[in-house]
């Protein structure tokens, strides 16, 4: 029994197209755009890095919304008990996979890296600011992987909204 309006599906669909491009369109942006132009203006590594963590705090307070658009995209699709937009297993496995990705980097590691940074960039002295860096790169480089994994898995997920979406129209059997 379907319970939902067209319109509300209409709307829906178009939100939870729009998060998936503000997760991955502004990911593509900070790693194509953002931090290439970043290293080549800011006078320092220390100016450019905090810039940097600023504006991936922002991205990921976007992230945040994409996800509760996500989430509650999918609710309401898997809800309507349309055949149409139904709530496959695939999409709703990588769903939450982006989640907790994104859960970990946001509560968890992306804290705990500014935080590192933040005490690599105070010290002065060069063998205490050296181990410093090597603690802050440790974590960091697992975190920029993370990001990567959440990009990929953005544009999987995407491909297969694409997929459904002309095999709805008849395009692609």
Known sequence: MQRSSRWGLVCCLTCEWLALGVWVGGLLVLIG?????VFNTF???DSGGFFLTRAFEGYNRFVIGAVAVLCAGTWYRWW???QDVAVSRGEMALLVGMTVIAGIIILWLHPLVA????QAFAVKEEAARK???EAFFRIHMPVRSLYMVN???GIVLTGI??????QRDGVVT
């Open 80 to 82: 309507s008990g349309n």
């Open 151 to 153: 990009l990929v898995l």
């Open 131 to 133: 181990a410093a860096f």
């Open 43 to 45: 006078g320092g590594q």
């Open 161 to 166: 909204k694409a997929k459904r979406a002309l």
């Open 115 to 118: 935080s590192l940074q933040a």
């Open 33 to 37: 755009a953002v931090i290439p132009a």
